[in-house]
């Protein structure tokens, strides 16, 4: 039983979806929440609601973001293979910024897409070591009434280690070696983590280091040019730390200061965008690209400083957070062309978020009803830019910073200021016969400034006004016991998301290649209304979650194109209109013996754009999984099977008019084993894509014409082997 104590997301969940079914002895993940000093297992929380524990991460070796959630239905990462790698996640057909993502309760940095609809992106968010987490808190749907702007699509919530989590003791010294591998990008690592505990004061400290090359996939033409299909040849290596320092000056109060760091650098040799000289349609020589390298790199620091108090006075809990995410992602590159010049990039993309956090919850008895109260406030202010610079150097030693039609150094948005005012409250009240009514409501002030300036300037963009704008998020949750096992919930939910800097501010203009981005200073805000029914059981050794729900989001933001405009191809964000995203999710678990578990999951969305009555691209398909678990003291495994349906409902034309691709069906095993040698230590080795299936996943192919010759680039790895051994103290 792995014990998970709550972050503000995990007490969201519990307030918001209380359940009455009796706890299982035998069930795998128990959340503890400790602001009612009382234990509350995951199933009090809604069926959309999921948890990835420590022990799945580990026993099922995932190694990045993509493999965390592979065997959550209805949660997608988009992937670039050529370069970037993973740009984020997807729930429910909403990806990007439109997910709140969080880090225990922090606010983590946005993506940058760089200006396209693409499915990579040029600053991702997969820059969370996963060795440093406790638990990944899945939460689908609109959940801006506790989280206000960006939590339109859903939240994931990471929650990271603690002492506690290697000193079971009261005091004491306790920690971790561990060393893990696979083929799948022969990539390797190991962390190490020593906690201790004193009376008053604990600490952790926590090292990881990542090395590997690139992601295999199942493309056989390896060829320098756009013709290639075989990743292109990467180095990259990573490296995390983590530090913890807690003080206890009394039993009921606990401070604590986490300092974080992570580095990423990847060196990527460009082959697949190589190509020899050659006369243009207009008889002009076009120089050939004989060589193309990426040097990229991001780097994410994390300040936080956090209070929190129990039993003080009326407040069961009281808590505060003060926190500061600064990222810094650099995508350079050098080109080097046939007649001896080369180009020189060096771009960034900088976040940084300043924040303080207030929780409050109160336990009270009033009007014959008990009630569970949370309330709050969230103020955080995001500081952003992208930089960028390129320089020209000609065979003959010329230097020019005009190039391709851009004068360097610019910015393709003047640099921005967004800060975020929440203030929010939410009612858990059990009335007569534990039926439990939940309000929430939730007031947001967002506001953004430009600082344009010379660079900015350059970029040949119009001036880009600040944006402003409020909205109430307001939120109503039903749990009604029927009897017999059985819980039913209901939901009416509303989200709210702001323009962020780049949907709002991105203005530029390349008239040498003929075209343009301009601002929309009419933008406006992007809502949602939901409905969600669910019903949850448990009868001994059975027990099953079923979702059914229905969203319907306004003002959807997506880049379009206006044709010709002044003798420019031109782009502008617009609020596309009415999107409608609307499914089942179902979860399923029986336990026929001690140690035995057979589990299943499935997920089905169909989104529509109802202005032009086309399919929403970003839905995942159909998906099941079907996993056979078995533990016991020293030894076990998983056997988990994965069907994806063939994603047919896309739009039938890519935005260049060419038939759109639907990735194929297809079915994969992938068998997880775990052994215990000793007391201390855990050997645990998988194999994935057993049957060696060549797929795709549709987040990857999104868009993308069914005549490409590349697609097999875009293939997943085929039969990989994973290890990992773990020595504990």
């Known amino acids: 039983m792995a014990l998970l104590r709550a972050t503000p997301l995990v007490l969201a969940l519990a307030h918001a979806w209380p359940a009455h079914a009796a706890a299982d002895p035998q069930q795998l993940d128990t959340v503890q929440v400790t602001a009612h000093n009382r234990e509350k297992p995951l199933e009090e929380t809604a069926p959309s609601a999921s948890v990835v524990s420590r022990h799945k991460l580990d026993d099922r070796l995932s190694r990045d973001i993509s493999d965390a959630t592979r065997f959550e239905p209805g949660v997608e990462v988009a992937s670039d293979p050529n370069r970037r790698g993973n740009a984020g996640y997807s729930i429910r057909g909403m990806d990007g910024n439109r997910i709140l993502m969080l880090i225990d309760g922090q606010r983590l940095p946005d993506a940058y897409a760089g200006g396209g609809n693409g499915n990579g992106a040029v600053s991702g968010r997969d820059f969370v070591e996963l060795e440093t987490l406790r638990a990944i808190d899945v939460v689908r749907g609109p959940s801006s009434s506790l989280y206000g702007s960006d939590a339109i699509g859903g939240v994931i919530g990471y929650r990271t280690l603690t002492a506690d989590d290697f000193v079971e003791a009261e005091q004491g010294v306790g920690g971790s070696v561990k060393a893990f591998g696979g083929n799948a990008n022969d990539g390797w690592g190991g962390s190490a983590a020593l906690g201790v505990k004193g009376e008053k004061t604990d600490a952790l400290l926590m090292f990881t280091h990542r090395d590997g090359h690139q992601t295999d996939n199942q493309g056989n033409k390896d060829v320098a040019g756009a013709a290639r299909t075989t990743p292109n040849p990467q180095d990259w290596q990573s490296d995390n730390v983590l530090a913890k320092l807690g003080y206890r000056p009394d039993a009921n109060q606990r401070l604590e200061l986490t300092l974080e760091h992570y580095r990423r650098d990847t060196d990527t040799r460009l082959l697949n965008t190589l190509y020899g000289s050659y006369v243009n349609a207009r008889g002009r020589l076009v120089r050939g ?173 119009q001036l880009v006004a600040g944006f402003s704008d409020s909205a109430f998020s307001p939120k109503l949750g039903l749990s009604v016991p029927m009897g017999g096992g059985l819980t039913g919930f209901a939901q009416l939910a509303t989200g709210f998301r702001a323009p962020p800097f780049d949907d709002a501010n991105m203005a530029f203009a390349n008239r040498t290649y003929g075209y343009q981005v301009v601002a929309n200073p009419n933008l406006k805000s992007e809502t949602s209304k939901g409905l969600e029914l669910g019903l949850k059981g448990r009868w001994g050794s059975v027990d099953f979650g079923l979702t059914a729900f229905a969203n319907r989001y306004r003002d959807f933001i997506e880049q379009q194109s206006l044709g010709m405009v002044n003798g420019l191809l031109t782009y502008q964000y617009q609020n596309i209109g009415r999107v409608n995203i609307r499914g089942v999710e179902g979860r399923a678990a029986w336990r026929p013996a001690p140690g035995w578990q057979l589990q299943a999951s499935l997920a089905y969305a169909r989104g529509d754009n109802l202005d032009d009555n086309t399919p929403l691209a970003s839905i995942a398909p159909l998906t099941g999984v079907l996993g056979l678990r078995f533990d016991q003291d020293s030894a076990g495994g998983e056997l988990l099977l994965t069907a994806v349906a063939r994603n047919s409902r896309i739009p ?78």
């Open 289 to 461: 690209l004989n060589d193309q390298t990426a040097a990229d790199h991001v780097q994410r620091d994390r300040f936080a400083l956090s209070w929190e108090g129990r039993q003080l006075g009326p407040f069961e809990r009281l808590a505060v957070q003060l926190y500061q995410q600064r990222l810094d992602n650099a995508d350079n590159a050098l080109e080097r062309y046939a007649d001896g010049s080369r180009i020189v990039s060096d771009y960034n993309f900088r976040q940084t978020i300043t924040g303080v956090r207030l929780d409050a919850d109160q336990r009270l008895d009033w009007l014959g009803a008990r009630h569970w109260l949370q309330w709050g406030a969230d103020v955080s202010q995001a500081d952003t830019s992208r930089p960028r610079m390129k320089t020209q150097h000609s065979a003959s030693g010329g230097v020019s910073n005009t190039v391709g039609g851009e004068t360097f150094p610019n910015k393709t948005f003047p640099d921005s200021t967004s800060t975020r005012v929440g203030l929010f409250v939410q009612d858990e009240i059990r009335l007569a016969g534990d039926l439990t009514l939940s309000p929430a409501l939730r007031w947001d002030q967002f506001r953004m400034s430009t600082q344009p300036d010379q660079a900015y300037a350059n970029s040949q963009g």
């Open 652 to 729: 039938v034309q890519t935005a260049a008019g060419a038939a759109s691709f639907a990735a194929p069906g297809y079915a994969t095993l992938d068998l997880t084993a775990w052994w215990r040698p000793l007391k201390n230590t855990t050997v645990r080795a998988g194999v994935f894509n057993l049957l060696d299936r060549k797929y795709w996943k549709a987040a990857d192919v999104r868009g993308m014409s069914a005549t490409d010759a590349t697609l097999d680039r875009y293939t997943q790895p085929g039969r990989n082997l994973s290890a990992s051994v773990e020595y504990r103290f």
